[in-house]
């Protein structure tokens, strides 16, 4: 160790006295190391830009995910049980990339009709043995469904009555389930409803409750607080009505709909729903091929075991269609990089050619005092590594310096949301690159 030191030493002082060529040797190298290494931080600050202009050419809504399954009986125990799988899941594959989570539950589309209208809106059916009074479809024209919604009291505005269901409801009598409930003032206008009116919901199937009596105990208007959760009834939950036809949703408790809905018609099926709003910021470009591969996991891994289970999300093909273009855009980069960094190494060799020439005496007398052939090519190659080192240490530094620059100029400064600095990032895979562009210095060196 003691005698590559003192070789290294001797080497150093003996190029120094030819500081001039040497200095043109080092910036050489630096150079080839800052040119592939500033590329690939170009090109990885350019990726985020395009990420983040392909991530805001779509409402945020459309970036998050939505989890959707069919079951029923309706049932605290079964939400719990589909809650409880879904959040596992959700938890181990997208936890870190989701900023809030909420869940909601509709019911299937009932038959509507006014209060003393329902029996000229009935027939009566043949079900075995027995007569049954069911809604004439051909009678019924209006809709309804029930839902529950997180936190609607935050993201709402009452306009008349009030948000909170009387303590009295529900109740059951012999053939009806008598609930209270919220409309929105949609809702209100398009059925001509004010608080106090009621309504009567017949299911489409024969159970162990012929209807739903439900009184408006308040009506509001939404706030803009909610986007997401107004995204979701628009895309999901109203979305499996039929356009032409009047529907009214019912907006009560969760407790409501899992404790007395769920009971009182035991053939119910609910849609149980999972939002998950995504954070764009924790999306980088480096991570868009595994973000990919943790939704279709997610899709997978919940498909046996949730019924019906449908997913949502514009992420996935965003980020497929982000990652095809990026990768048609690296080849010509790459390719220039590479020219450019042989051109540097080919200045590199003729210079390092232009030193050993002018060191022919210098050699002449290291031999001359007993050196092996092998002992002063190890002086050179000390040298070479030494120049490579500088190369790999401070390439991706003044590469990174320069990149960054860039940003204050045309068109890089009108694609950031604040303009100023290009914002770069100096990692592991950067070195490597310089290591790259410094270990081909060496070996010009050494050629």
């Known amino acids: 160790m003691n005698r590559l030191l003192n070789a290294w030493l001797i080497g150093s002082k003996r190029s120094l006295s030819q500081w001039k060529l040497l200095t043109s040797v080092v910036l050489g190298v630096i150079l080839a190391c800052t040119i592939i290494s500033s590329s690939f931080i170009y090109l990885d600050s350019l990726e985020e830009i395009a990420l983040n202009l392909a991530l805001d050419d779509v409402p945020d809504q459309e970036h998050d995910l939505i989890l959707q399954t069919k079951a029923g009986p309706v049932s605290q125990s079964q939400y719990d049980l589909l809650n409880s799988t879904a959040s596992k899941q959700l938890s181990s594959h997208i936890g870190n990339l989701e900023q809030d989570r909420f869940s909601a539950i509709k019911s299937p589309t009932f038959f509507l009709t006014e209060l003393g209208f329902e029996s000229a809106a009935e027939e009566k059916v043949k079900v075995g043995a027995r007569m049954i009074t069911l809604p004439a479809f051909s009678k019924v024209k209006d809709r309804a469904y029930f839902v529950s919604l997180p936190s609607l009291n935050e993201n709402i505005k009452i306009l008349s009555g009030s948000s909170e269901i009387p303590e009295y409801y529900p109740f059951f009598d012999e053939k009806n389930l008598y609930l209270g409930a919220l409309i929105s003032n949609t809702s209100a206008e398009l059925f001509s409803l004010k608080v106090g009116d009621q309504m009567i919901a017949f299911p489409t199937w024969s159970d162990k409750y012929e209807s739903i009596v439900v009184e408006i105990s308040g009506i509001f208007e939404r706030k803009p607080s909610g986007e997401n959760i107004w995204y979701l009834e628009e895309t999901v939950l109203g979305a499996s009505t039929a356009s032409a036809l009047r529907t009214a949703p019912f907006y009560i408790p969760q407790q409501t709909f899992l404790n007395d809905l769920g009971s009182a018609f035991e053939k119910l099926e609910g849609t149980y729903i999972w939002y998950m709003d995504i954070n764009p910021d924790a999306i980088s470009a480096n991570k868009t091929t595994e973000i990919r591969q943790r939704l279709q996991t997610l899709k997978i891994n919940l498909t046996p075991v949730l019924p019906s289970y449908s997913q949502k999300t514009k992420l996935q093909k965003i980020l497929e269609e982000y990652d095809r273009r990026l990768f048609y855009s690296k080849l010509p980069m790459f390719v220039l990089m590479m020219l450019i960094t042989f051109i ?14 002018q060191r022919y005496a210098e050699i ?26 500088a190369g790999i240490i401070l390439g991706p530094l003044i590469g990174a310096g320069a990149v960054s620059l860039l940003g204050l100029i045309e068109p890089l400064s009108s694609l950031q949301p604040n303009g100023g600095l290009l914002k770069v ?22 050629i």
């Open 344 to 357: 540097c190494l080919y200045y590199i060799s003729a210079l390092a050619s232009m030193s050993i020439s």
């Open 364 to 389: 002449a007398l290291i031999r001359s005092r007993g050196a092996t052939q092998w002992q002063t090519l190890v002086v050179f190659a000390l040298e070479a590594i030494t120049i490579g080192a």
């Open 425 to 446: 990032h100096i990692d592991l895979n950067t070195y490597r690159m310089s290591a790259i562009g410094g270990v081909l210095g060496i070996i010009s060196l050494l």
